[in-house]
């Protein structure tokens, strides 16, 4: 079935960078659009961005425009979220999610299905 | 951008019927996708494109949504339905939540 396991989360100062790993099983990975939605703790769900399956087309929320970066290693089954400059309040639980079409556009009306377990992410000083 | 509101939280006795709300200006002209979590775990679909259940999700659940108010309606609550649901939409290339409604099977 369908796995997704995020991995690279931890504690780090702000300002610091930090890459987030989602490796995908179960499904031909490289024929889905990707997306990441974090948490804060104790509320509720923000998206983060959507990568295309072949990772032409890329869409953030406003609030990660410019600081995050998502990408994806086909031939690793592998999803990232490249985060930089990370403030007190990127602080939260990171989810990989898939998209359901195979070779869907990218944006389009679709919902997440299934989601991974997620990794916490502290930012700290 | 594109507002969804959702009641912080409501409270159903076992066996009824909830009924949980999220609305946004004339949302019933785009597809609304719900999702469901409980303490400590991901969110899981249980409704997309309005009212479609995806498989394994109970009959109970089943979804609306018309004019300004998406409809997440749970017939026959039990406590295992206790989580928090969330609705989502897409607006200008961006996906959107709403705020969360947690339930509570009295």
């Known amino acids: ?51 295309s399956y ?24 592998t999803l990232y979220l490249q985060m930089n400059s990370l403030r007190l309040e990127d602080t939260a639980v990171y989810y990989c999610a898939k998209d359901p079409y195979r070779r869907g556009v990218v944006p389009a009306n679709n919902w997440l299905d299934p989601w991974g377990q997620g990794t916490l992410v502290t930012v700290s000083a | 951008s594109f507002e969804l509101t959702q009641p912080l939280s409501l409270s159903v006795a076992l066996g009824q019927t909830a009924t949980i709300t999220c609305g946004g200006n004339n949302i019933g002209d785009i597809n609304v996708h719900w999702y469901q979590q409980k303490p ?56 959107k939540f709403g705020g969360g409604t947690t339930l509570t099977v009295l």
């Open chain 1, 54 to 77: 072949d990772g032409r087309k890329k869409y953030y929320a406003d609030s990660v425009k410019g600081q995050f970066t998502i990408s994806r290693d086909n031939s690793k089954n």
């Open chain 2, 40 to 95: 400590g775990q991901a969110p899981i679909l249980v409704i997309y494109r309005d009212t479609n259940r995806p498989s394994g999700i109970p009959e109970r659940f089943s979804g609306s949504n018309s004019g300004n108010t998406a409809t997440l309606t749970i017939s026959r609550a039990q406590a295992g339905d206790e989580a928090d649901y969330y609705c989502q939409v897409w607006d200008s290339s961006t996906a």
């Open chain 1, 1 to 51: 079935q369908v796995q997704l396991v995020e991995s690279g989360g931890g504690v780090v100062q702000p300002g610091r960078s930090l890459r987030l790993s989602c490796v995908a099983s179960g499904f031909t990975f490289s024929s889905y659009a990707m997306h990441w939605v974090r948490q804060a703790p104790g509320k509720g769900l923000e998206w983060v961005a959507v990568i």
